[in-house]
């Protein structure tokens, strides 16, 4: 884990997301009557206001899974400020996002366990997961690699070493 100024190597990472989220991101009319008008707005998987904030990331953990080892279902902590990137390598897996509990738990009958969906995301080695507003604050994340197989659209994922690497931004303490 480390905290603070980041080495050269993941700075050179945080600059290379920060131009993979630029290069996705495209200008489109907010409406038609402004098409001539040229207002637009940015859509973008990044909001600016995280992507341009400086630095982009102070803090990174490096996580290395063996085969049959995953994590379970959070969310991230609430010292980390929005706007988390995660680069997976090496193992494809799939990460899977559930909706956080509503308050008053289980009883909620929109929010029961059994209503809650997972939705599945399959990673390649070399997928960036970036999680912003309501993926980050309103869904936990998970990656179920229990020993043995894990199945994507019925084919069976070969599970080898994985690694990841999370940088995110620490919340400033007034
Ligand atoms: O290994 C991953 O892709 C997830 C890591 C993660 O969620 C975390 O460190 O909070
Ligand atoms: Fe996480």
Redesign the pocket.
Known sequence: MRFGELPSWAMALSDSIHDAVLSCSIHVPTDLESCNGRRNELVSPFPSDLLWRQPLFDQL?A?L?HPGEG?CA?V?LMRFEDGIA?V?LESSCV?HFSQVEAEGGESSSSSSSANRKKIPVY?NPGSL?LMSGEARYEWK?E?NRNPGVQMWEGHELQQAT?T?I?LRKLRCVE
């Open positions: 953990i996580n899974y994590i959070h991230d995660i997976s990460m990673l997961i994340h990656i994985r990841s999370t």
